[in-house]
């Protein structure tokens, strides 16, 4: 069974704090993404990756900063933590699959449970 | 940019109705598009995936189709139940993107099946 998992349910931090989530995947897929999700805003790029030591900013990335030293593992951190930053965080990974043939139908997007994270 | 939109924005049936969630998108140069589910503060599951050269997809209750040239997509639920009460999602995935897995979002339906 595919598994994503995020380090933390529920995390309650203070302005300015350095916040670190954490994502682990354990189906060897080359690419992950952190989203944040908000009321009424849907899901939102933050950060992805395709490769180790790769990443590209996705919508927002202002605030954020990501680091994937090993291919399971995918960090955002919170540099100083603030109050507009209150928001459901999501992980996902997928397999990367090329134009021709490739992998089809199994580039399918595998999410973690996310964290609610609220800066106080 | 790609855009997602999603109509309508929430429905509310009783149990037993089969009913259309619509999907449509700005870019129809898709590599494929993905119906989500997602339950009250949970992560996104993955429902059906339509490849650009394919017309539709079924799983169980769930009827997925895809017109790339109109923009649009629906999924069809027969015989809606309590349990399929959540919120649904559709993505895209554009071509250009295709190997690095981006996906655009819509901001979702969120469906509410009472007994």
Redesign the interface.
Known sequence: DVKVTQSSRYLVKRTGEKVFLECVQDMDHENMFWYRQDPGLGLRLIYFSYDVKMKEKGDIPEGYSVSREKKERFSLILESASTNQTSMYLCASSSRVGLAGGRAGTDTQYFGPGTRLTVL | KQEVTQIPAALSVPEGENLVLNCSFTDSAI??L?W?RQDP??????LL?I?SSQREQTSGRLNASLDKSSGRSTLYIAASQPGDSATY?C?V?E?RG??????Y????TQLTVWP
């Open positions: 590599y494929n993905q989500f503060g949970k992560g996104l599951t993955s995936l490849q999602l993505a995935k071509v295709s190997t690095l897995g981006r996906l979002f819509g901001r979702g």
